[in-house]
């Protein structure tokens, strides 16, 4: 113990040292409190490090407290460590009471770093010393308060004052003045002078020496050095703001002035550096704080100027003056622009001043809710006043006045002005952006739709201009939204409507469901009698005038509209302007209205009401606790488990009727308010038993909670749910639910329930029956309104069916006409061809373009190429122009090209658009605040159609959907067979969506003049179908608009009922919970439910009308829990927030005029770090909890907070005016993925960004991984919760300096205050910092704690000092795994060093992954990976194996198992050899042959095919190789070799009226129109494509070009574009030799433009080709073919009349084409059975069918189905051969099986034509099957013998030989050797012929016998036994077999199915009877195959 004496203090200090660096103050005023009452606690601690400095001041009230604590702590372990206690050196010092520590600072945050004492702390930065005070928390009171009995837990202990400290502050001296500016570097200066315990502010005021010549001089020294660094900016800020504060720049001016005596050199050079010093202040000053210094500055120029010049004018001085004098100059002009500023915000307030006392121009109660058409006029005025912020309204009628008329200003204003900027600037300017509206032109009114709560409309609006818009994400036509309509641009007619229901699929395609709206104040009136109770001037308050429902403009279904959006969410301003409009008296008036401070106790606890009132408050105390709520006597703090600030908020809540309790982030005002809503409950008997119902006998009255959004009401229910009984009624009514704890609550759920149970008040089911039959009155008036509405639905998704549509009958002939060219008689398909005129069905076959250009000459490629052509643009030309001519390929490509390229990308965006996930996007969790649950689109009827109805109905009614398009292979009329591609259905895709969504249609008179509609053009087309379909709508629109009234009318009544049954359950509820949305539109239940208490959570951001509206008149409690410092009330027009206050809340607005309140002032979430950007800024008297000193530091970053600053620019959106910056977003994504690495769960993540544009820019860069839990939102969404770890983008940088709501306090407290342990904010600081004061004064506190740079310092947690900056996404690279970039160097639990790079994870889920190296039996070491268990040795080692060789294998395993690997050379059946494994030897047969054929096919080219590919020669491949011969029509054909089909491209034939649409291989159909060829002197009367009846004529022509000069052509010809005289270098250039004849008349071919002499070009265009081949003519320069010349069309038309006949005689006739094509198809339906054998075949052979082959591609389809049905007859005579007999060897099956499938395969090889060869070779196989067949029954007879002949076993091993073991050609040598051997086996052993055991002759005698007129007479029993049936040979009886007793015959000429036809004996397959009936459907082939073997 020690024994010192104390001291008799009253106030003593014990020294404590040899401190814990863990202990802090908390933890020593919680020991040596337990031995007295503590005063304060100085713990001396490093600044940056936060090592204590092993000593401490311990401060007691009495000495011998002290003298205890001495000799009782002393040697007491604190942390692990004995303090030691001494008597204090130094007198006590204690500080006033408080949580104040030491500088004004928290003992753990950075401090400015300074020079006394020196030390080094944390990242080389010098700290100081300080000693904070450790003061048990108090509680900051608010404005106004008033004593009421507070006392118990509000008493502060007596202020004492502070002795005088030894270390008292001294003014600043010359000698440290020297030594600074001497020894310091400016960064240094700047830190030290900015301490505030350095002195230098006593100096300035004069307190220390005086501030002569000498020390002026010294100060300016050391501020021009000081001026050379940057910052840190708080502390230069504070040392310039000291200049300004004590006037020092007079003492500055002064000195200079002094400067004039110095004339001689050298004190002219030390004037100069004080004049540079100067000017460098005078620059600073105006830099920080131009306002406050340029009096100041302007003053010391003036001086500098004058003291320059009289120094002789020194040049430095003076260029730095001008600089400094330029700034002042521009700082003056806005400082001139801000005074102007200030008058004209002054003038402006005064005249609101004025306004404000103006009597309104008329009674607001006659001003409707919904805008007029005046509303909207240019020079519309509306009468508006500001709101109070600062002083009480006059009345009720000033007050409710005030707030009608701004609210109806806020959504008006922006339709007013939208629409100005329509009529200024045009709706039809697309380029155009309006501000304040969004315009959709050619809206058109579809089709009305009934729903159960009226009537609401399809439209349908032009998307045309909004292809780039995601409907997904965009805020547009959001549910709710206003819009208006018009068909006169607004100057007389004006509909209005609301969104009803919004789906982003129907929006792409413009489809909108609307709900039209009236404005029908009757409907609005909510003073009922029960209301008013009686009172009749509150019922004669409201204007019977307004009672009346205005005129109801007509909807006209045949006009286009157009609409304006605004964003206004008109359903809450309209239910709020009608509460306010219908509003007389307001409860607590006296303080909204009339601000009174003086708040009095809700009037059920008032004791003139009843007596003394006791509240439970054992729900927070956890014992019984019964308090006198209005004495003094309240539970102490403890007790209440609250800090004091809370406990005040609770007793202010409870006490006082009108309740205002504020709290900033993470103070808890949530809990208080929870706290609140646990008494209120507990006691509910003391408030709700005063209220009797003269109806009810004691009617319920539920606390009213009242929440901005439904986060923030279903966290505030969720509270509730935790502690409220099981009694208690919750009903929550706002938007959809989506958490799962508070869904039960929600007001539909609690009627479904009710429903369910048949659960319900008195008069429910009379409401539910009223209920019924009212929806039966609805379900009957439907089809009064709009018949067949889903047929209206679906036809909105479709092409309808031409039937459907009632065209006119000259456009349905044309239809038909179309159709039937291209369709087989009988088989016209009108809906193929209205797809294929809309250009729907173009060729589907995807071209490849790059591919084309091998058509093209390579000099032409080669120029086309020098343009910078890509290969796939000149492939394209190539294509669409058929034709390879340099001049018309590159202008095509050129005309072309944009439009290419805009394919090309609009192809690529819908690519990433179709494979974009599906997420929750901002526009959905708009609509789900502002949705209801009442506000679901349902039909009155039970729905008929669910999804795939609707499809089967679209199926029935469509041509094409969009199914069709997706799930279905289009194909084409005249194709090849191909399948659309995957291009080619996105660009239909594209196509059917862009058409469907327009709304453009033809009037009657532009229909009358369309004469043929093959000639219009595509999009006039579309407009034509529109227009039939709109007539086809048009006939269900039946409803009347008395109709749509009157079923309105019975809407409004049901909704009126179930407002009934609503009511009963919420008159039922102990809680009644909604969102400010909620209580405007179910304004009129909350106005019966007789609440007394209403709680309103997040109060300062909501608008004050819809808070006084959502009180009901019974409200005599009234709690408001918020935060006006966070985010604020967010009214539509920014001017009305800014000018007329509508941005202040009810509860700012009260706090403002000192409405009694608290603020909470300890927060629990923030560590201290992070809470200093915001105190004392923000919250002056915010301070820490305990819990947060002790926050867990942030793993893997140097520092909790930190700002990386960059200058990368944003990027600005389309549509929305938001932005977003990609450098951010890499840069977060990276820091998230980096912190994840550390061990943090995404849950503990979140990324706030403050636009939305970033939010999806986030949404879309994200990895899968990051997205399942790092959430992504919006500031303004995020408010009112918290994260462990925020990573925060400011998005802004640019070079405007334009940082827009950025500037905003209330966003930027909400941003900064979210985190709990880090927050990491990226962004452009330093234009935040000069664009905002608040941004400016948090860049300054980043900076002294060295917060804030480029580059964010990443610390690795398993080496701290190892740092790693990170500037970029590209720097996280150097830290992949998330520790540093050095090896991890680990040892493992096996030993072995970790080989990864340093990470922070452990090491136990890490598999080590190096070699075990452990040794095993066979002394080999383990070769597996470290994890793995150790199995049998893998090592490779030699051994020899069974068959001799020797290999390498595995250890462990034995030569017998090993499959040696060694080749061999192996002999295989077909002849050949190949080289196999070892192992393989013996295994393989002739189908592993990879010999090739080389045999040379009928077209005398080698065979491209081998061994196996040509199954040994006996079937080829088709030949592949290229045709390249020039077909006819001139191009070159493009088929494998073959004879040549008919071209394939497009046809170039043309003339001068039009081109061929044809293919070029198809006949041409001649020109019709009449021959242009005339001229004055002759005149062609032929048709064009007749030969003309004239001569050419050979005059001059006698024309004038252009240029002046004459004409050179000849008369009647097209005038040559070059002249003589101005292009006499082209025109007598040599070609043909007489061009420069003075005389030469010339003709210019128009196909190429090129020029000749007529008489040499009419010699060349008569001479004949070469061998008198059929050629069209071409130009003798460039070889273009000669098309449009009439001088030559009489040779042009001779050659065109051959070149058809060659194509005709190609072609073959269309009509047989078509015919046969049916044929065929029919056989395909007639023969089921052949499906069982070949339906894949069958499949792809129809399908070829169906795409209109060529005749000749025809021919090779039908020669596949015949080569089929020859392979199908050999498989039956199989089956029936082995359903015969079981005794067929299974081995030769087998072979023969294997042959049909190689048949199979050669025969579906695709082919355009066949050749006799394969006809030959094929046959041949047939045959061999045939024999093989024969060999196989054969065969098993043969085995069946006991003694078989020698001769017949030898003969039937050369069959063998021969059929099966032989894989040569089935020749003829072959054939005959078969022939023999089966011939002498039969002669050798006639028994082996059949199963009957007699000779064929036998047989014949016994058919002769039996007199058959035709065979087919003989039949098999199941068992095989044959018999016969006479007459017809059709069954018409049934018997038994006589030898086994089956079944055999028949009935009604039908076999019993278990005989079959016998061909033993006649060798039949059919019976005669079924011959009879069916041989004419034989096919040929087969008739001659039954022919050839003898069966006719």
Same mark, same amino acid.
């Given at each position: 113990m ?12 014990l ?5 814990h ?22 713990v ?8 204590s ?11 011998? !407290? ?18 030691r206690?001494?008597w204090?050196?130094? +007198? ?7 949580f104040?520590?030491?500088? /004004? ?30 003061r ?28 005088n *400290?030894?270390?008292?502050?001294r ?12 020894? +310091?570097?400016?960064q ?17 005021? /004069? ?21 050379e ?51 460098k ?9 131009p306002?406050?210094s ?6 010391m120029m ?8 009289g ?7 003076q260029? =730095?003056y ?9 700082? /003056? ?9 200030r008058?004209q915000r002054?003038?402006?307030l ?6 404000s ?36 309204y ?6 409710l ?13 922006p339709l ?42 399809r439209?349908?609006f ?7 818009i ?34 982003p ?19 609005? $009136? ?7 109770d ?12 307004r ?18 959006e ?21 409860p ?37 606790t019964?308090v ?65 119902d003269?109806r009810?006998a ?19 229910? +969720?509270?509730i749910?935790?502690?409220?009984s ?13 958490n ?16 369910r149970? &048949? ?27 709009s018949?067949?509405?889903n ?7 479709i ?27 009988g $088989? ?29 000459q ?25 034709e390879?001519?340099?001049?018309i ?34 526009a ?10 009442s ?11 669910t ?10 009614m469509?041509?094409?959907t ?7 292979d289009?194909?084409?009329e ?5 399948q659309?591609t ?9 196509m059917?969506r862009?058409?469907?969504?327009k ?7 532009e ?10 053009p595509?999009e006039?087309?579309w407009?034509?179908?529109?227009t ?12 009347? !608009?008395?109709?749509?009234?009157e ?22 509820a ?6 400010t ?21 997040e109060a300062?951001?909501?608008l ?11 409200t ?5 829990i918020g935060d ?33 309140h608290v603020t ?6 923030? *560590? ?36 990386i ?39 503990q ?8 544009g ?29 994260? !462990? ?11 405007k300096a ?5 500037a905003?306090?209330?966003r ?17 600081m ?28 990443l610390q690795?947690? $398993?080496?701290?000092?190892?740092l790693?900056?990170v500037?970029t ?5 150097n ?11 680990m ?6 060093v ?31 990976p470290?994890?793995?268990a ?7 080692v030699?051994?020899l ?26 002999h ?16 393989v ?14 077209c005398?080219?080698?065979c ?12 080829? =491949? ?17 088929s ?20 061929c649409?044809?293919k070029?291989g ?9 021959c242009?060829?005339?001229c004055?002197?002759?005149?062609c009367?032929m048709?064009c494509?007749e ?15 252009k ?29 043909f ?8 008349r ?10 000749f ?17 059929i ?15 009439t ?16 194509? +005709? ?10 015919e046969?094509?049916?044929q ?8 089921q059975i ?20 060529s005749? /000749?591609?025809?021919?090779a389809?039908e020669?596949?189905f ?8 050999? &498989? ?7 359903a ?54 054969l065969f098993?007879r043969?085995?069946?013998?006991? !003694? ?38 039969y ?23 039996m ?9 098999e ?5 044959v018999?016969?049936?006479g ?6 009886t ?13 009935e009604?000429?039908q ?14 397959? *059919? ?14 082939e087969?008739?001659?195959?039954l ?6």
């Open positions: 020690n024994n010192t004496t104390l001291p008799s203090y009253q106030i003593a200090s020294h404590v040292s040899n401190l660096y863990d202990v802090t103050e908390a933890m020593l005023y919680d020991k040596f409190s337990q031995v007295g009452p503590v005063l304060s606690i100085h001396c601690r490093d600044m940056n490090t936060g090592r400095l092993c000593y401490a001041y311990v401060n007691f009230k009495q000495s011998a !407290d002290a003298k205890r604590a001495l000799d009782t702590m002393n040697l007491v372990p604190i942390k692990g460590r004995p303090i206690i001494t204090s050196k130094r +007198e006590p010092h204690v500080r006033k009471p408080g104040v520590h030491a500088e /004004g600072r928290d003992p753990r945050a950075p401090a400015p770093r300074g020079r006394v004492p020196r030390g080094r702390g944390r990242g080389g930065t010098r700290g100081n010393l300080r000693r904070p005070a450790y048990a928390p108090c509680v900051s009171r608010g404005r106004g308060r008033q004593g009421n009995g507070h006392d118990n837990f509000n008493n502060r202990n007596e202020e004492v004052q502070p002795h *400290r030894v270390d008292q502050i003014p600043m001296g010359y000698k440290r003045l020297e030594d600074l500016e001497q020894n +310091e570097s400016p240094d200066i700047i830190i030290t002078l900015g301490n505030h315990r350095s002195g230098l502010e006593l100096l300035l005021k /004069g307190d220390g020496e005086k501030l002569d010549d000498g020390m002026v001089q010294m100060l300016l020294k050391v501020f021009g050095k000081m001026l660094a940057d910052g840190p900016a708080q502390s230069l800020s504070h040392i310039l703001r000291l200049i300004t504060k004590y006037d020092f720049g007079t003492r500055i001016t002064k000195f200079l002035y002094g400067l004039l005596i110095e004339q001689s050199d050298t004190g002219r050079e030390k004037a100069s550096v004080h004049l540079k010093n100067a000017l202040v005078a620059k600073a000053l105006l830099a920080v704080m306002s406050e340029e009096k100041t500055v302007s003053m003036c001086i500098l100027k004058t003291v320059n010049n120094l002789g004018g020194i040049l430095a001085v260029a =730095m001008d600089d400094v004098n330029e700034i002042l100059a521009g700082v /003056g002009e806005e400082l001139k622009k801000k005074r102007q500023k008058k002054k003038a402006r005064d005249a609101m001043d004025e306004i006392q103006l009597e309104p121009p008329d009674d607001f109660r006659q001003i409707p809710v919904f805008p007029q058409l005046q509303d909207i006029q240019v020079d519309s005025q509306p009468f508006i006043r500001p709101n109070l912020i600062s002083g009480a006059r009345g009720i009628d000033h007050y006045d005030v707030q009608y008329r701004l609210l109806r200003e806020d959504f008006i204003r007013r002005d939208g629409i100005n900027e329509i009529r200024e600037f045009g709706d039809s300017d697309a380029k155009h952006r309006f501000d304040n509206v969004k315009v959709y032109h050619d809206v058109r009114v579809l089709f009305p739709k009934a729903d159960d709560k009226g009537v609401l409309h439209i349908q032009s998307t045309e201009n909004f292809g780039n995601r409907w997904q994400n965009t805020k547009r036509l959001l549910f709710g939204n206003l819009l208006c309509f018009s068909s006169d641009n607004f100057e007389r007619e004006v509909l209005f409507a609301v969104v009803a229901d919004r789906k699929e129907d929006l792409e395609m413009g489809n909108l469901t609307v709900s039209f709206v009236y404005d029908n104040a009757g409907e609005e $009136n909510l003073v009922s009698d029960d209301e008013s009686g009172d009749a001037e509150a019922a004669e308050a409201i204007p019977r005038g009672r009346t429902a205005t005129a109801r403009p007509l909807i006209n279904m045949r006009k286009l509209y157009t609409m304006v605004t964003d206004a969410y008109f359903e809450a301003y309209r239910h709020v302007l009608a509460g306010l409009r219908d509003t007389v008296s307001l607590l008036e006296r303080y909204i209205v009339s601000c009174e401070t003086d708040v009095h106790a809700p009037a059920y606890l008032r004791p003139g009401t009843r007596g003394r009132v006791e509240y439970d408050f054992s729900s927070i105390t956890g014992k019984q019964m006198d709520v209005l004495g003094n006597q309240w539970p102490s703090c403890g007790e209440l488990r609250l800090n004091q600030s809370q406990a005040e908020g609770l007793k202010l809540a409870l006490t006082h009727e009108l309740a205002i309790l504020q709290g900033p982030p993470g103070t808890g005002k949530t809990h208080v308010g929870l706290e609140i809503m646990k008494i209120l409950l507990k006691n509910k008997g003391i408030w709700s038993r005063s209220h009797v003269a009810n004691a009617s319920s009255c539920p606390i009213l909670v009242v929440c901005y959004t439904n986060h923030a009401l279903d966290q505030f229910l +969720e509270g749910a935790k502690f409220s099981k009694n208690s009624v919750i009903v929550r009514v706002g938007g959809r639910c989506q799962e704890v508070t869904k039960k609550f929600s007001l539909f759920k609690i009627k479904q329930e009710r429903q149970n &048949e659960i319900g008040f008195r008069g429910t089911k009379a409401i539910r029956r009223a209920i019924w039959d009212l929806r039966d009155e609805m379900r009957s008036r439907q089809d009064d309104i018949v067949n509405v047929e209206l639905e679906a036809s909105l998704h092409i309808q069916k031409l039937a459907n549509l009632n065209i006119p009958i000259q456009f349905r002939r044309q239809f038909h006409d179309a159709s039937a060219c291209t369709h087989a008689p $088989n016209i398909d009108l809906d193929h061809e209205l797809l294929s005129w809309l250009g729907l069905k173009a060729k589907t076959r995807e071209v490849v373009y790059h591919e084309e250009i091998g058509n093209l390579p000099y032409t490629l080669m120029l086309l190429r020098s343009f910078q052509h890509t290969d796939e643009e000149i492939g394209r030309a190539f294509y669409e122009k058929g390879d001519n340099l001049h390929l590159h202008a095509h490509i050129l005309a072309h090209k944009e439009e290419w390229m805009k394919y090309n990308n609009e192809t690529r965006v819908e690519e990433l658009v179709e494979e974009e996930e599906d997420m929750k996007e901002e959905d969790m708009v609509q789900q605040q502002r949705m209801l649950d506000d679901e689109f349902r039909r009155i009827a039970p729905a008929k159609n999804e795939d109805e609707m499809k089967q109905l679209m199926e029935k469509g041509a094409m969009f199914d069709d398009i997706h799930h279905k289009v194909l084409q005249n194709g090849d067979g191909w659309q995957s291009k080619d259905k996105k660009k239909s895709k594209r059917l862009k058409q469907l969504s709304t453009s249609i033809m009037t009657d008179e229909e009358h003049s369309v004469y043929n509609i093959y000639e219009l595509i006039e087309r407009r034509l179908y529109r039939w379909v709109n007539r086809w709508r048009e006939q269900f629109l039946v409803a009347s !608009d008395s109709q749509i009234i079923y309105n009318r019975l809407a409004a009544q049901l909704a009126q009922l179930r407002r009934l049954e609503d009511a009963e359950i919420l008159q039922g102990d809680v009644v919970a909604v969102t949305t909620g209580a405007a539109k179910y304004r009129d239940l909350i106005y019966k439910l007789k609440s007394k208490i209403v709680v309103v959570e300062a951001e909501v004050e009308a819809h808070i006084v509206t959502a009180m009901p008149k019974s005599e409690h009234l709690i408001l006006h410092q966070q985010l604020k009330p967010s009214p539509t027009v920014y001017a009305l927030a800014k000018q007329f206050n509508m941005d202040t809340s009810l509860f700012e607005r009260l706090m403002k005029v000192h409405i009694p909470l002032n300890i927060q629990h979430r923030m *560590r201290p770090e992070i809470a200093d950007l915001i105190r004392p800024r923000i919250y002056k008297d915010l301070q820490d909890h305990e819990s947060v000193l002790y926050r867990d530091e942030i793993t893997g970053v140097a520092k909790p907070v930190f700002f600053s960059h200058d990368v620019h944003e990027d600005n959106l389309r549509d929305g005016r938001t932005k977003q910056n990609l450098h951010e977003v890499d840069f977060l994504i990276a820091l998230c993925d980096y912190l994840l690495k550390q061990g943090y769960e995404p849950e993540i979140t990324i706030l960004v403050m636009y939305t970033q939010l999806f820019a986030f949404r879309n860069a994200m990895p899968q991984k990051l997205r399942r839990g790092v959430r992504v939102t919006a500031v303004d969404n995020f408010q009112g919760e918290e994260n !462990d770890i925020i990573l925060l983008s400011l998005v802004r940088s640019n070079d334009s940082i827009g709501f950025l905003t306090e209330n930027i407290c909400v941003a900064l205050s979210r985190a709990r342990l880090a927050l990491y904010c990226i962004g452009n330093d234009l935040l910092s000069t664009k905002s004061s608040m941004w400016h004064q948090i860049l300054g506190h980043l900076e002294n704690a060295d917060s804030v740079g480029e580059s964010l310092t690795c947690k $398993n080496h701290p000092d190892r790693t900056p500037k996404a590209l720097d996280f690279k830290v992949p795994e998330g520790g540093c970039g050095q090896q991890c160097q040892r493992l639990e096996c030993g072995h970790c080989r990864r790079l340093c990470h922070p994870d452990d090491h136990s889920k890490n598999k080590c992954t190096k070699p075990c190296e452990k040794l095993l039996e066979c002394g080999h070491r383990c070769s597996r470290c994890y793995a150790c199995t049998a040795c893998v090592k490779m030699t051994k194996l069974r068959c001799g060789h020797e290999q390498k294998v595995r250890c462990s395993e034995s030569p017998v198992d090993v499959s040696c690997q060694a080749k061999v050379e192996e295989l059946p077909c002849g050949h050899s190949i080289k196999v494994e070892c192992a393989k030897s013996g295994k047969d002739q189908t592993n042959c990879t010999e090739k054929c080389n045999s040379f096919l009928e005398d080219h080698a491209k095919g081998n061994c196996v590919k040509c199954y040994q020669g006996r079937l080829h =491949m088709p030949c592949a190789k290229s045709c390249g011969r020039t077909l006819i029509c001139g191009h070159k054909c493009t494998k070799c073959s004879s040549c089909p008919p071209c394939e491209r497009k046809c170039q034939t043309q003339c001068v009226h039009s081109k649409a044809n070029c198809q006949p041409c159909t001649p020109c019709k129109e009449k242009s060829w005339q004055k002197h002759r005149e009367t048709l494509s030969p003309c009846n004239r001569e050419p004529c050979n005059e001059p022509c006698e024309k004038n070009l240029c002046g000069h004459p004409c050179i052509g000849l008369c009647g010809e097209p005038c040559p574009n070059l002249c003589r005289i101005c292009d006499e270098e082209k025109v007598t250039e040599i070609f030799g007489d061009e420069e004849e003075p005389d030469a010339f003709v210019q071919l128009m196909d190429c433009k090129h020029v002499t007529y008489e040499n070009l009419d010699q060349w265009m008569n001479q004949k080709e070469d061998g008198n081949a050629k069209m003519k071409e130009c003798p320069r460039c070889k273009t073919t000669v098309w449009k010349s001088r030559y069309g009489n040779i042009i038309n001779k050659l065109l009349d051959s070149v058809n006949k060659v194509k +005709e005689k190609q072609w073959g006739d269309a009509m047989l084409a078509n046969s094509r049916g065929l198809r029919d056989e395909f339906r007639k023969d052949m499906k069982k054998y070949h339906a894949l075949e069958l499949k792809g052979i129809l399908e070829k069918l169906e795409a209109r082959p005749p /000749g591609k025809l021919v389809i020669k596949a015949r080569r089929l049905q020859s392979l199908y007859n050999l &498989e039956q005579a199989r089956d029936k051969l082995k015969g007999d079981e005794t067929i060897p299974r081995k030769y099956l087998s072979a023969f099986d294997n042959d049909i499938k190689m048949m199979t395969k050669w025969v579906m090889l695709e082919r355009s034509q066949t050749s006799e060869q394969e006809d030959e070779n094929f046959q041949n196989e047939i045959s061999r099957l045939k024999h093989v067949l024969e060999y196989i029954k098993a043969w085995t069946q013998q006991s !003694d078989p002949d020698l001769e017949v076993t030898g003969h039937i091993q050369i069959l063998r030989q021969k059929l099966l073991e032989t894989f040569r050609p089935y020749n003829a040598a072959i054939k005959a050797t078969v022939a023999k051997s089966f011939k002498r086996i002669e050798k052993a006639p028994g082996l012929m059949s199963t009957l055991g007699i000779s064929e002759a036998e047989k014949k005698m016994i058919c002769n016998a007199g058959f007129a035709a065979k087919g007479h003989w039949f029993c199941p068992k095989g036994h018999y016969a049936i007459d017809c040979g059709g069954a018409t049934t018997a038994k077999c006589p030898e086994c007793g089956s079944r055999i015959g028949g009604r000429h076999l019993d199915p278990y005989n079959r036809v016998s061909e033993v004996m006649d060798g039949a397959r *059919r019976s005669a009877y079924d011959e009879d009936m069916d041989r004419n459907h034989i096919p040929q087969m008739l001659r195959d022919h050839q073997e003898g069966f006719f």
